[in-house]
Nanobody, 123 residues
């Protein structure tokens, strides 16, 4: 049974930083591709950052240079380091996972496991 649990969200002023974590259980973490998605009020869910099982990364243009995705295989945890946050980054953030090395890392349909989300508010 695969479980993804996000944490680390909160409220921050523009220009600030947050680090999101996604604790994973139930599968061989290193063999999965993973990603962070977000959904703001009245908006569609969008891919923010993806990490293939081969270590390849992909970022949405809106977060390039500000966000960094990484993982710690020993801790079975995925991270999203977010710097220089802007009000438009306000959203519910979700982590997602799928077994194997995927090409379309920022496409929601790529993934079959999802967390419940953690709220990020930037004012």
């Amino acid at each position: 049974h695969v479980q993804l649990v996000e944490s680390g969200g909160g409220s921050v002023q523009a220009g600030g930083s947050l680090r999101l974590s996604c604790a994973v259980s139930g599968y061989l973490f290193s063999s999965y591709s993973m990603a962070w998605f977000r959904q703001g009020p009245g908006k569609e869910r969008e891919g923010v950052a993806g990490l293939g099982s081969d270590g390849r990364t992909n970022y949405a243009d809106s977060v390039k240079g500000r966000f960094t995705i990484s993982k710690d295989n020993a801790k079975n945890t995925l991270y999203l380091e977010m710097n220089s946050l802007k009000p438009e980054d306000t959203a519910m953030y979700y982590c997602a996972a799928v077994r194997g090395n995927m090409w379309l890392l920022l496409r929601a349909a790529t993934y079959n496991y999802w967390g419940q989300g953690t709220q990020v508010t930037v004012s």
